[in-house]
C-alpha cells in the first residue's frame, strides 16, 4: 500500500468550484428542511407533510451522496464544508434580510425548543410547547401542576400516569442534580452545518437517503469524529423523536444502523466518553426515557410505597422502543477501556442501580382469590423482555471485564452500589420481615446484578465472599423475595393461581426457559445458597416451610389443619418445598462447577427430556445472552461436548410417511452415570419433560436389563463445594430439617393423607446428600450418655446427621383437633417402655413424670423462627421502630369455626434408621424383606460405590442409605443389625404400595378402556345395519372410496380436517376414518358369481365370437329404480364434480352423448395406466394391487359399465365385426365416402378392448373377456407388422417380403410372423404406401439392420402395453394374482396368464410372440381387408400415412425435477430472477417441481381472475394438484384442489436438519430418500391420504 507521503496532493483549481457553491447549496438544502417542517398541531405530526418535503428534496440529496462516492478528494472538501463554523455562521446571520428566510429562521427556533432534557421552571412556554406536541408527560407533573392548561394534548390516562406527583418530583430532582453534564439538559446549539443537517435528519426520522449520505462520508476521519460527537450530543433528542415517533420500529433500525458503526470502534468510543461524556449522556437518556413511564409500585406496601416502578403496559415497554439505547449502551460496554470507566465512576454506579431499581418489582402478579379475572394481560412479554434486555444483558457485558484478580475494586463498586439501592429499595416499600401474601413478582433485576458479582468475584477473583456481603438482617432480606418466587412457582404448578388465567403459568414458564434462566432462576437460587450458607440453618429451613404454607402439615397426628393452605393443595405445595431444597443443596452451577461442566451438565439434562436437533439444543443450552461477552455457543467445546456425551441418529422415514429431522440421543453411558434428575426438573419448561425424561431412563434400564421395574429418579454424586460455600451444608445437619425428615418418614410408614412416592423420594435424597457430607465420624463406641442426659431438646441431641439417625424419639406431644382418634388414647403408664428403646435411650419413661420432658414439644417452625429474627434484629438495632409487626396468623390461631385443638401425646419409639427398615418392608410389601449386606460380605463396607445400587426403586435407595450409614459410623452398624435381629413387630395396616397401586390403576383402565371400546363398537354396528338397509337393497353392500378419476383421489386419515369442506360433498369414512368424498357401491353377490363365471367350457372360437356379438348387440335398458340404481348414478355425478372440466369434455362437443361416452371410457383407462404406473411400469413384480390398498376398480368398472351400455354403438360401426367376419359387398361399401372411417389398424386396441367389455352386460363371462382378447391381440399384432414394414428400408422390406412367401403356404403359416409379414408388406406395396420418398424421421429409423431375433423382440416390445393393461383388467374383473416374472420373460408369462398360449406350447427357447395367435378367419384374408383400408386411406392423406403407424406406445414414468446437490444453487439461480408474467423479481418465488415453471406465490401482480399464480399453475399442470419448492423458505407446499399443506423440505444441513425460511443460514445438501418419497407420495396420489395438516387456500398461492 502507498505511504501516506507519496500520494499527490490534490490541484487546488480542481475542487475550487465545489468549495464556493456546497455551502450555499448545503444551506439552502438546510432552508428547505426548516421550512418544510410545521410543528405538529395538537393530534398527530403530520407525516404527509415531511414526506412531500422529502420527496421533493429526494434529488438534491441524491446529488451529495453521488459527490460521496467521488472519492477522498471531494469528501475532504464536504467535510470542510459540513464542520466549518464560519460558513455555518456567515450564512446563518444574513437572516435579516429577506422575510422568507426569516420566517423559516423561526421556525428552526421553534423547532429546537423541545430538544433539551431540563424543564426549569423559568421555562415555562417551552414545557407548554413540549406538552403540546405529547413529549414527557411526568415531566410536566414534574412542575407540580404550575401550568394550568398542562392537559391539552394528553389523553386522561396518560395524564394520571403517576398518581403521585410528589414522586415523580423527587425522583426528577435527583437525577437533575447527578448529571454532570449540563449540555444535555439544554436545548441544542448548533454550530456547523452537520450539526444541523443530522438535527433535521433526526427530526423527519431519519429518512433513508440522509442516512446514507452521512454515512458514506464516515472513511473520512476528520468527519467520523466530528460526526460521533454531534451523534452524542443529539442522543438525549434523538430518544425524545423516538418516543414520539409513530414507525419507531423502521427508526429503531436507522439509528442502530448509524451507531453501531460509531460505537463498534473502541478507539473512537473511548475518545467521546472521554471527551463528551458519552456514559453520562447515555445513562441519563435511559433514564428520562423510562421515567415517562413509571407508576407507583403496589408491591408490599400499597399505601405508603414509595417506590416507582416501570409500567408494563405501556407503548415504551410494549414496542420495544428502547431497544436501540439499550443496543449502544451494551455496545459501548463491551470496550474494556470504556467499561472500566463506567465500573470507577461512582455517581455513574449510582445512577445505573437508580435506573435498574425502575424494574424492581415491576408486573406484579396478585393472586385472585375469588373470580376469573376478566382481561388476561399480556404485560408479561414486556416485563421479561425490559429484564432481559435492559438489564441483565448490560449486566453480562459488565461481567465479561470482570474476569481477573486486577478486577477486584470494580466487583466491589458494583456490589456496594446494588447494596445501597436494595437498602433504598426495601426502605421505599416498607419492608419488615414478611412478604406481603398472594403477591409475586418475577422481576428483581437488583438482586441478580448483586448474586452474579458475587459469583463472578468467587470464581474468577479470588475475592473473600465474607468481606462483600451485608449483615445477618439484611441477608433475611435479601433471601425473601427469591424465596417467594420459588414458592409462587409451586403454587402456579399447583393451580392455586389458576383464576389469574393461562398468562401466570406463561411467567412461571419463561422464568425457567432456555433464554432467560441464566439471567433469572440460576442468580436467584444462587443468592439463596449465599444466604443460606451464612444464616442460621433452623431459621432458614422453617422459612422454607412457612414460604411454601406447608408448615402445619409436618405435624405426627394423623390430621391437622391448615389455615393457610387447602388440603387439594397440600401434597404438590409440599413436593415443591423439598424438591426446592433438594435443588439447592444439590446444585452447583455457581458453587464450583467450571464452564465445561456446566455445559456438560445443561447438554445431558436437555437429551435426556427429548431426542434434540442441533439447532435446538443449540437453542436450548441457556447461553451468555449478552452477545458480546465471547461464549459462543457453536464454538468448538460445544461441538466436541456434544459428540462426547451424544449419538447422531440420522433422519429416518417412518413408513406413515412422516418424516424425522436428524436427532442427537444420549450414549448408553450417559443414562448410567450422568443422568441427573436435580438438573433436569430446574430446567424443565413444562412438568411433562420431566416425566418424558424417567420414561427413557426407564427404558434404557429394561433395555439394557439393568433393571426391570418402575426405577426411582436416580442419586448422582456432586461436584465438590467451592470453599466459600461450605456453610451451605449446615441445612442437612440442623435439627429443624432432622424433624421434617422425621417426621415425614413417620406419616408415610402411618399412610397419612396427602403424601405421595415423590415426597418420599425427595425425603431419602436429602438424607442421602446429608450422609455424603457428614461433616464428623464420631468417636467409634463411645455411647455418649452424658450427652444424651443433659440435652434437654426432646427430638434429637445434636446436629450431626449420622448420629441422629440413630437416635430413638420415644414420645410426642401433638395439637390435633378433638375429633382426631389420637386423642383418645391415655399417655402410657411409666413401665411400658420397650426393650429396645431402652438399650438406646438412657432416659427412659421414667422421665414422663419430669414434666413430660422425654416427649418432644409441639414443634412450631414458625414460633421458633420469630424468636430467631427477634435476636437478630433487636441485636443489629437497638431503635424502638424495628420491632417486627404482630403477625395475625400466628400458627395454631384457628379460625374459630373450626373444631378445637387438643393435646395428644402419641408414642412413637423410631429412630430415623428403625423407620427407614420398616419403609423397606412397607416398599417390598414381606416382613423381615432387609438383610444387611454385609453380613455376607464385609467388602461393601469399604467399597459402599457398588453399582448395584446406582439404580433401581425405593428399596434400592432405602438400602444404599442405609449401607452409607453403617459404613459411616459402627454405632449406626450395630443399631441396623439390631433391629434387623429383633422380629419386626407388624408393619401398620398396609395400603397398597404406590407401585402396586400403579399398576392396579392401570389395569383397571384398561378393563375400563376395553369395555368402552365395546359399548363403542357395538354402537357403532347397529348404526352401520342400520344405514346399510337405508341406503341399500338388502342384498347390496356398500363400500366407501375416494374416486380416482384423473387421481382426483381424496382419501386420507385425518382427525384434524382443517381443509374439510362438507359443502363439496367431503366426509369422513365412519369405518376407517379415512377421507372420501363419495361411495362405491358393491355389486350384490359379487364373489359368488367370480368362480361361476370362471368355468370353462369347450365352445368353439367361432361360437364365442357370436356369443360376444349378440351380447352386443342386446341394448342396454335403464335398469328399474333401485337403491343401487340411485347409488351408482350419484357416484358418476360425484366423478364428474370432482374432476375438472377440461377432463370431462372430449369430444367437439360438449355434453353430447358421445362426450359422456368418452368421459367414462377416460376414467376406466386412466385408473388402469396409474395402477400400471405405481407397479414401475411392468407387471414383473405381479402381486396383488400395490400399496397393499384393497383396490375398488371392480366396483368402479360395474358403475361405469352400468352407464356405458345405455350408450348402443351403431352395429354397422362396431368393429367387432370388422375384426371377426370378412366383408362381403365391400365395393358397396367404399362408395358412400360421407363418413371415412378411421382404418382398424390405427386403432388403439386398448381402447377398443376397454370399450367391448364395458358396453357388455355385467358381470361377464371369463371366456368371452377372453375371446376378445384373443381377437384384439390379432389386430395388435397385424399393427406391430405393419410398423415395422414402414420402419425398415426398401431393401429390407423386398427381402423379407420374398423370403416370408415361402413360409406363407405352410400348415402354421398363420402362426409365422415371417408369413404375415411378408403378407402385409405385399398386400401395402399395392397403395401408394412405400411409394413416398422416406421423410427425414423414417430415414433415421431405417438406418438400423435388423435380424429375426431383433424382429422378435420388436414385436414383442410393441405387444407388451396392451397385455399389460389387459392382464391388470383381467386380475380386477375377475380376481386372481398376478405372477411375477423377469423381465424378459414378461411377455410369455402375460400371454400365458391371459389365455393366448396355445395349451401345446412347452419349450420357451424356440417361442415366437406369433405362436400365440388364433385368427377367428383366415389370417390372410383378414390382413388383406385391414391393409385395404390403408391403401385407400393412403390414396387421400399419403404424407400422413406411415407417421400415424410408427405411434411408439413407450412412455417414461412420470419423475419429478431433478435438483441439485446443494441448494445453494437454487437458491441463487432463482432468488433475484424476474418472473415471465410481470417482470418483476418476486416477492415469493417459487418452482414447479413437476415442469419446472417459475412463479410467483401469494403475488397479486400475477392474478387471474381471484386465482392467485400458483393455484393456476396446479391447475394447469396437474389437474388440481402443485408442488412448489418455495425458494426463499427452502420448503416445499403442495396444492390439492382447494388445499394446502406444508410438505416439508428435502434440503437438509449437516446435521439431518430442515431450515425452513433459511432462518439459520446453515448449508443445505438434497436428502435423496426424502425427495423420493415425495415423488412416492405424488405418483401413487396418497398426498390427501399421509399428510395431516391442510388448510384452505381461498385461492391466494
Known amino acids: ?519 433469572m432462576i440460576d442468580p436467584d437460587i444462587y443468592l439463596l445458597q449465599v444466604c443460606a450458607s451464612r444464616l442460621d440453618p433452623d431459621y432458614f429451613i422453617s422459612s422454607v416451610f412457612e414460604r411454601f404454607k406447608v408448615v402445619d402439615l409436618l405435624t405426627m397426628a394423623s390430621q391437622h389443619q391448615n389455615t393457610v393452605l387447602d388440603s387439594e393443595h397440600e401434597r404438590s405445595m409440599l413436593e415443591g418445598a423439598l424438591t426446592f431444597l433438594v435443588i439447592l443443596l444439590s446444585l452447583r452451577v455457581h458453587l464450583g462447577m467450571t464452564d465445561d461442566e456446566i455445559l456438560r451438565a445443561e447438554m445431558v439434562a436437555q437429551l435426556c427430556m427429548n431426542d434434540r436437533t442441533h439447532s435446538s439444543l443449540l437453542d436450548l443450552i441457556p447461553e451468555n445472552p449478552n452477545p458480546k461477552s465471547g461464549i459462543v455457543p457453536g464454538s468448538l467445546s460445544f461441538e466436541s461436548m456434544l459428540s462426547a456425551v451424544a449419538d447422531f441418529k440420522a433422519p429416518v422415514f417412518e413408513p406413515g410417511g412422516s418424516m424425522q429431522q436428524g436427532m442427537y440421543t444420549p450414549k448408553a453411558d450417559i443414562w448410567d452415570k450422568e443422568f441427573d434428575p436435580v438438573m433436569v426438573i430446574l430446567r424443565t419448561v413444562y412438568r411433562r419433560d420431566v416425566q418424558s425424561a424417567m420414561d427413557r431412563y426407564t427404558a434404557f434400564l429394561k433395555q439394557s436389563g439393568k433393571f426391570p421395574g418402575n426405577p426411582w429418579p436416580p442419586y448422582k454424586k456432586r461436584t465438590p463445594l467451592h470453599p466459600s460455600y461450605k456453610g451451605l451444608m449446615k441445612l442437612l445437619h440442623c435439627k429443624t430439617l432432622h424433624i421434617v425428615l422425621f417426621t415425614l418418614l413417620y406419616k408415610i410408614l402411618m399412610d397419612h393423607q396427602n403424601l405421595s412416592e415423590h415426597v418420599l423420594c425427595m425425603v431419602l435424597y436429602l438424607i442421602e446428600l446429608g450422609l455424603e457430607d457428614s461433616p464428623e465420624q464420631e468417636s467409634d463406641e463411645e455411647d455418649s450418655v452424658g450427652e444424651h442426659e443433659r440435652c434437654h431438646d426432646s427430638w434429637f441431641p445434636d446436629n450431626n446427621l449420622v448420629s441422629n439417625m440413630r437416635h430413638f424419639i420415644n414420645y410426642v406431644r401433638v395439637r390435633v383437633p378433638e375429633t382426631a382418634p389420637e386423642v383418645k388414647r391415655e399417655p402410657p403408664a411409666s413401665t411400658s417402655s420397650d426393650g429396645l428403646a431402652s438399650s438406646q435411650s438412657p432416659r427412659r419413661s421414667k422421665s414422663l413424670q419430669r414434666e413430660n420432658s422425654g416427649t418432644a414439644q409441639v414443634f412450631s417452625l414458625v414460633a421458633e423462627r420469630r424468636k430467631k429474627f427477634q435476636e437478630i434484629i433487636n441485636r443489629n438495632s437497638s431503635e424502638a421502630s424495628q420491632v417486627v409487626r404482630p403477625k395475625t396468623s400466628m400458627k395454631w390461631s384457628a379460625p374459630g369455626a373450626t373444631p378445637q385443638l387438643t393435646t395428644a401425646i402419641l408414642e412413637i419409639k423410631e429412630s430415623i434408621l428403625s423407620l427407614l427398615i420398616k419403609l423397606h418392608h412397607k416398599l417390598s410389601g414381606k416382613q423381615n424383606s432387609y438383610y444387611p449386606p454385609w453380613f455376607d460380605d464385609m467388602e461393601v463396607l469399604i467399597q459402599p460405590e457398588i453399582p448395584k445400587y446406582s439404580h433401581g426403586d425405593g428399596m434400592t435407595a432405602v438400602e444404599r442409605i442405609l449401607l452409607k450409614a453403617a459404613v459411616q459410623s459402627r454405632l449406626n452398624k450395630r443399631i441396623i443389625e439390631e433391629i434387623c435381629r429383633k422380629v419386626t413387630p407388624p408393619v401398620p395396616p398396609k395400603k397398597i404400595s404406590p407401585a402396586e397401586k400403579k399398576t392396579l390403576d392401570k389395569e383397571e383402565r384398561r378393563q375400563k378402556a376395553r369395555e368402552r371400546q365395546q359399548k363403542l363398537l357395538a354402537e357403532f354396528a347397529s348404526r352401520q345395519k342400520s344405514f346399510m338397509e337405508t341406503a341399500m337393497d338388502v342384498d347390496s353392500e356398500i363400500s366407501p372410496s375416494g374416486l380416482s378419476s384423473f387421481g382426483t383421489r381424496l382419501t386420507r386419515n385425518d382427525q384434524v380436517l382443517q381443509g374439510f369442506s362438507v359443502d363439496k360433498g367431503e366426509f369422513t369414512c365412519p369405518l376407517c376414518r379415512q377421507f372420501a368424498n363419495s361411495v362405491l357401491p358393491c355389486y350384490p353377490g359379487n364373489n359368488v358369481e367370480r368362480s361361476l363365471l370362471q368355468c370353462h367350457s369347450n365352445k368353439s372360437m367361432q361360437d364365442l365370437i357370436k356369443e360376444v356379438e349378440e351380447l352386443q348387440e342386446q341394448l342396454g335398458t335403464f335398469p328399474s329404480e333401485t337403491n343401487l340404481s340411485k347409488e351408482m348414478e350419484s357416484v358418476m355425478k360425484d366423478i364428474k364434480s370432482t374432476t375438472q372440466k377440461k377432463y370431462t369434455d372430449y369430444s367437439k362437443t360438449p355434453g353430447s352423448p358421445d362426450n359422456d361416452f368418452l368421459f367414462m371410457y377416460s376414467v376406466a383407462r386412466t385408473n388402469l395406466e396409474l395402477e400400471l404406473v405405481h407397479r414401475g411400469g411392468n407387471l414383473c413384480l405381479g402381486g396383488a394391487s400395490t400399496a397393499g390398498k384393497r383396490s375398488c376398480l371392480n366396483q368402479l368398472f360395474h358403475v361405469l359399465a352400468m352407464h356405458m351400455r345405455l350408450y348402443s354403438i351403431d352395429s354397422a360401426y362396431n368393429p367387432w365385426r370388422k375384426l371377426t367376419q370378412l366383408m362381403q359387398d365391400r365395393n358397396s361399401r367404399m362408395s358412400s365416402e360421407e363418413l371415412p372411417e378411421v382404418p382398424v389398424l390405427y386403432r388403439d386396441v386398448s381402447s377398443l378392448l376397454l370399450i367391448q367389455i364395458l358396453t357388455m352386460p355385467q358381470p361377464l363371462c371369463k371366456e368371452h373377456f377372453t375371446c376378445i382378447v384373443k381377437v384384439l391381440f390379432t389386430l395388435l399384432y397385424t399393427q406391430a407388422l405393419a410398423a415395422f414394414s414402414v420402419k425398415c428400408s426398401a431393401e429390407d422390406r423386398v427381402a423379407w417380403k420374398n423370403s416370408g412367401a415361402l413360409k406363407k403356404n405352410t400348415s402354421n403359416g398363420e402362426k409365422s410372423w415371417e408369413a404375415l409379414l411378408s403378407h402385409v408388406i405385399s398386400e401395402l406395396s399395392k397403395g401408394k404406401m412405400f411409394e413416398e420418398g422416406e421423410t427425414e424421421e423414417l430415414a433415421m429409423v431405417s438406418s438400423s439392420v435388423w435380424s429375426p431375433d431383433s424382429i422378435e423382440c420388436y414385436l414383442q416390445q410393441f405387444c407388451l402395453p396392451f397385455l399389460r393393461i389387459t392382464c391388470l383388467l383381467q386380475h380386477h374383473l375377475f380376481g386372481g394374482d398376478l405372477p411375477s416374472c423377469q423381465e424378459d420373460e414378461e411377455f410369455t408369462v402375460l400371454t400365458n396368464c391371459l389365455g393366448l398360449l396355445p395349451s401345446s406350447f412347452q419349450s420357451p427357447h424356440q417361442f415366437t410372440s406369433a405362436s400365440c395367435l388364433e385368427w377367428p378367419v383366415p389370417a390372410f384374408n383378414m390382413i388383406s381387408q385391414w391393409c385395404l383400408e390403408l391403401a385407400s386411406f393412403a390414396d387421400r392423406h399419403a404424407e400422413q400415412v406411415k407417421v400415424l403407424l410408427i405411434q411408439e406406445p413407450k412412455w417414461d414414468l412420470p419423475c419429478l425435477l431433478q435438483l441439485p446437490e446443494n441448494y445453494n444453487t437454487i437458491f441463487q439461480y432463482y432468488h433475484r430472477k424476474t418472473c415471465t408474467v410481470c417482470t418483476k423479481v418476486p416477492k415469493d418465488p417459487a418452482v414447479c417441481l413437476v415442469c419446472g415453471t417459475f412463479v410467483c406465490l401469494k403475488g397479486l401482480c400475477c392474478k387471474q381472475q381471484s386465482y392467485c399464480e400458483c393455484v393456476l399453475h396446479s391447475q394447469n399442470c396437474g389437474a388440481g394438484t402443485g408442488i412448489f419448492l418455495l425458494i426463499n423458505a427452502s420448503v416445499i407446499i403442495i396444492i390439492r384442489g382447494h388445499r394446502f399443506c406444508l410438505w416439508g423440505s428435502v434440503y437438509l444441513d449437516a446435521h439431518g436438519e430442515e431450515d425452513r425460511d433459511l432462518r439459520r443460514g446453515k448449508p443445505l445438501y438434497i436428502c435423496k430418500e426424502r425427495y423420493k418419497v415425495l415423488e412416492q407420495q405424488w405418483v401413487s396420489h396418497t398426498f390427501d391420504h399421509i399428510n395431516k395438516r391442510w388448510g384452505p387456500h381461498y385461492n391466494g398461492l
Open 1 to 519: 500500500m502507498k505511504s501516506s507521503s507519496n500520494v499527490p496532493c490534490v490541484p487546488k483549481d480542481l475542487l475550487m468550484m465545489s468549495e464556493l457553491v456546497l455551502p450555499q447549496f448545503i444551506f439552502s438544502l438546510i432552508q428547505y428542511l426548516r421550512e418544510g417542517y410545521n410543528e405538529p398541531a395538537l393530534d398527530l405530526p403530520s407525516e404527509k407533510d415531511l414526506h412531500r418535503i422529502l420527496q421533493m428534496l429526494e434529488p438534491h440529496v441524491s446529488f451529495l451522496e453521488d459527490l460521496t462516492k467521488m472519492g477522498g478528494a471531494m469528501r475532504s472538501v464536504l467535510t470542510q464544508v459540513l464542520t466549518n463554523q464560519q460558513f455555518y455562521k456567515d450564512l446563518s446571520s444574513g437572516v435579516g434580510e429577506n422575510a422568507c428566510a426569516k420566517k423559516s429562521h423561526e421556525k428552526y427556533l421553534i423547532a429546537l425548543k423541545g430538544s433539551g432534557l431540563a424543564f426549569p421552571e423559568d421555562k415555562l412556554a417551552c414545557g407548554m410547547q413540549e406538552q403540546a406536541s405529547g413529549t414527557s408527560t411526568l415531566a410536566i407533573q414534574g412542575l407540580a401542576g404550575a401550568t394550568t392548561t398542562s392537559g391539552q394534548g394528553e389523553s386522561s390516562d396518560e395524564e394520571d400516569q403517576d398518581g403521585s406527583q410528589g414522586v415523580g418530583k423527587r425522583k426528577r430532582v435527583k437525577l437533575s442534580s447527578s448529571t454532570k453534564d449540563q449540555s444535555i439538559m439544554d436545548v441544542l446549539k448548533h454550530k456547523c452545518f452537520l450539526e444541523e443537517l443530522l438535527f433535521w435528519t433526526i427530526k423527519y426520522e431519519f429518512p433513508q437517503k440522509m442516512v446514507t449520505f452521512l454515512l458514506n462520508m464516515l472513511p473520512d476521519q476528520d468527519y467520523k469524529i466530528a460526526f460521533t460527537k454531534t451523534f452524542v450530543q443529539h442522543y438525549a433528542f434523538i430518544m425524545k423523536t423516538l418516543k414520539k415517533s409513530h414507525e419507531s420500529d423502521t427508526m429503531s433500525n436507522r439509528i442502530v444502523h448509524i451507531s453501531v458503526q460509531l460505537f463498534s470502534n473502541e478507539e473512537l468510543a473511548r475518545q467521546v466518553t472521554e471527551e463528551c461524556q458519552l456514559l453520562d449522556i447515555m445513562v441519563t437518556v435511559l433514564l428520562y426515557m423510562m421515567e415517562s413511564c413509571l407508576i407507583k409500585s403496589e408491591l408490599q406496601d400499597e399505601e405508603n410505597s414509595l417506590h416507582v416502578v416501570v409500567n408494563c403496559g405501556e407503548a415504551l415497554l410494549k414496542n420495544n422502543t428502547y431497544w436501540p439505547l439499550v443496543s449502544d449502551f451494551i455496545n459501548i460496554l463491551s470496550h474494556q477501556s470504556v467499561a472500566k470507566k463506567f465500573l470507577e465512576d461512582h455517581s455513574l454506579l449510582v445512577t445505573w442501580m437508580n435506573f435498574v431499581s425502575f424494574f424492581q418489582g415491576m408486573n406484579l402478579n396478585k393472586r385472585e382469590l375469588n373470580e376469573h379475572v376478566e382481561f388476561e394481560s399480556q404485560t408479561y412479554y414486556a416485563a421479561f423482555a425490559a429484564e432481559l434486555e435492559a438489564c441483565a444483558q448490560p449486566m453480562w457485558g459488565l461481567l465479561s471485564h470482570c474476569k481477573v484478580r486486577e478486577t477486584q475494586e470494580y466487583t466491589r463498586n458494583v456490589v456496594r452500589y446494588c447494596l445501597e439501592a436494595l437498602q433504598d429499595w426495601f426502605d421505599a416499600i416498607n419492608f419488615v420481615d414478611e412478604p406481603a401474601p398472594n403477591q409475586v413478582t418475577f422481576h428483581l433485576p437488583l438482586h441478580r446484578y448483586y448474586a452474579m458479582f458475587l459469583s463472578k468475584a468467587v470464581k474468577c477473583q479470588e475475592l473473600d465472599l465474607d468481606s462483600i456481603l451485608p449483615d445477618q438482617e439484611m441477608l433475611m432480606k435479601l433471601m425473601i423475595h427469591p424465596l417467594q418466587i420459588q414458592a409462587s412457582l409451586s403454587e402456579i404448578h399447583s393451580n392455586m393461581w389458576v383464576r389469574n388465567g393461562l398468562q401466570i403459568k406463561g411467567q412461571a414458564m419463561t422464568y425457567v426457559q432456555s433464554h432467560f434462566c441464566n439471567s
